[in-house]
């Protein structure tokens, strides 16, 4: 089983971009599929994008065109590029790497996005 610790969060100004990285600990990292949800304050935890093991990938509507996920197998890294990002973005970020039952999830980064 996967172990994965999140980065890249902070403070950004509404339009600005960041860069979210999750890397994963053991030799199987390609066989999982890797997602990037996010939770808000009163809020539920909610799926923003997804990669398969194939690369295939799926984004919540409210990201779509402005986020993109990424994997580099090599590197045992998931990304989230997060782009033209909104003050409705501002939630932390949580990773979570899956594999048949398997499911692993990171601590989470905060990204908040204010003037």
């Known amino acids: 089983q996967v172990q994965v610790v999140e980065s890249g969060g902070g403070l950004v100004q509404p339009g600005g971009s960041l860069r979210l990285s999750c890397a994963a600990s053991g030799s199987a990292f390609r066989f999982y599929a890797m997602a990037w949800f996010r939770q808000a304050p009163g809020k539920e935890r909610e799926l923003v994008a997804i990669i398969t093991s194939g690369g295939t990938t799926n984004y919540a509507d409210s990201v779509k065109g402005r986020f993109t996920i990424a994997r580099d197998n090599a590197k045992n890294t998931a990304y989230l590029q997060m782009n033209s990002l909104k003050p409705e973005d501002s939630a932390v970020y949580y990773c979570?790497?899956?594999?048949?039952?398997?499911?692993?999830w990171g601590q989470g980064t905060q990204v908040t996005v204010s003037s």
């Open positions: 979570k790497a899956s594999y048949r039952s398997s499911n692993s």
